[in-house]
């Protein structure tokens, strides 16, 4: 069965993600839905952008990934859809779909795009505010029930990228960067520990914090503890034992944390 996934930016007061899965059901019933977050901050694109990329990995093949964090709603942006690796993407062509794309393409992977510009494949009435209603779930719904994806519109080549912050070499170790604060205050980094050398001796700076070495998790220290670990996607993390690294240090996303090798 086709499966399609919701990234938002919606929340779940107002019942747009449920606006979103009525427009998907009533084109193709048997689709499976998966809601990925609808709390995303709103109108904030890099956290969209992040939040996806780290969940559709661990989606089948052929999955449909349907991503509405639209400031630029009824503007000239164009609505989009991307076949990246051996999944597909569809929402605003506003760098919403930066890191698939630039992994697609450091992997040398398809990355196809299509301008979502045929209102065959859109609701009837389309409205300048609600894009992801009118155009994209129905262009999802669509695709699953198995329109050609090159059939949804006209292909383009040049989608929007965002500056994703990324980690930098330093001369003893990584600059990097906070890039996402979970519900638990955990702060995760831009850097992946892959690029550590694993029998150095790892320090963490954050504002005015050291932390020494790595633990394996939050249970290997006492509550209050300041730890640096690696998280369950393979990123270095700040956190707290059982409290909030975010309200602890008055971190915010965009914070370096420098990273040292001994």
Known sequence: MPIISLTTDFGEKD????VLKGVIW??????HIADITHAVTPQNILEGALALSRAAPFFPSGTIHVAVVDPGVGTKRRPMAARLGDQF????????????????????????????????????NVSHTFHGRDIFAPAAAHLARGIDFTDLGTK????????VPK???????????????D???????????????????????????????LVDSYGWRKN???????????????????????????????????????
């Open 156 to 163: 383009f080549s040049d989608p929007i990228l965002l500056d």
């Open 89 to 124: 993407y569809i929402g605003p062509d506003n760098g919403l779909f930066t890191p698939g794309i630039e992994e697609a393409r450091r992997k040398n992977q398809v990355a196809e795009f299509i301008h979502l510009n045929k209102p065959e494949f859109w609701l009837p």
């Open 26 to 31: 009533g084109i193709c019933p048997i689709v």
């Open 167 to 181: 980690a930098i070499r330093s001369k003893n170790g990584w600059t990097s960067h906070v890039t996402i604060i």
């Open 224 to 262: 209050g503890d300041l730890v640096a670990l690696v998280d369950s996607e393979g990123f270095i993390e700040i956190a707290v034992v059982n409290g909030s690294a975010a309200r602890e240090l008055g971190a915010e996303v965009g914070d370096v944390v420098e990273v040292t090798l001994k």
């Open 15 to 18: 019942g747009f993600v449920g």
């Open 183 to 213: 519900t638990f205050g955990n702060l995760t980094t831009d850097l992946r520990a892959d690029l550590l050398d694993h029998q150095a001796e790892v320090t963490c700076k954050l504002r005015d914090q050291t932390i020494f070495g």
